[in-house]
């Protein structure tokens, strides 16, 4: 006989599970009490690292059917979706999802459907990485510097790389200069790179 369980997610603690509930009644799907898991947890969180989601796969078995009321009930992205759908399929688990008309993930169409998705998704994520380093790029022609600012000014430079070229420790600058020894030894590399190159 199959069982049906129904997954439903909400992100924050004054939120509820009630009406995906509903949703998921309404829809016709019969989920006895005890087989609906609810968990509050941010969508960022992969579905597999969810506390509830982890039980939920302890339970499911092969000919079984898990409702969800909209895809990012499954995964933090497109690509964790489907990673989750395909990995339920593996054990024979069918998965409807009410967002798409209750289509079974798992069936042809199915996965059609999440292959135009996980391609829509894979779009996006290479318009963002396109539009950042435009930005990136914009941002350097202006003349911006990128980085954590240097914890010495030019001044302060020019006394660490004297009290080197004096002999002093790297400690002891560090202590007078109220910066770390990571800092001093950073002008000292450059100071070694740059009379390097000078002999060269």
Request: a positive charge; charged letters at 25%; hydrophobic letters at 40%.
């Amino acid at each position: 006989m199959t069982r049906i369980f129904a997954y439903c997610r909400v992100s924050t603690a004054d939120q509820t599970t009630d009406n995906q509930v509903q949703e998921i009644a309404a829809a016709g799907f019969a989920v006895t009490k005890q087989r609906v898991i609810a968990e509050t947890v941010s969508g960022s969180v992969p579905a597999f690292e969810r506390k509830g989601f982890a039980k939920l796969m302890d339970r499911l078995e092969e000919g079984d059917v898990l409702i969800v009321t909209k895809l990012d009930r499954l995964g933090r992205n497109a690509i964790d979706v489907r990673s989750t759908v395909e990995r339920l399929a593996s054990i024979g688990v069918r998965v409807h999802c009410l967002a798409l008309g209750g289509v079974d993930l798992t069936s042809p169409a199915g996965k059609m459907t999440m292959g135009v998705i996980s391609a829509v998704a894979e779009f996006e994520r290479d318009l963002l990485i396109e539009r950042t380093q435009a930005g990136l790029r914009r941002a350097k022609a202006e003349g911006k510097v990128f980085g954590r600012p240097s914890a010495l000014s030019d001044a302060q430079r020019t006394v660490v790389t004297e009290r080197l070229r004096g002999g002093i420790s790297v400690a002891q600058i560090a202590r007078e200069m109220g910066t770390s020894r990571q800092t001093i030894m950073r002008v000292r590399d450059t100071m070694v790179r740059s009379t390097v190159t000078e002999m060269v």
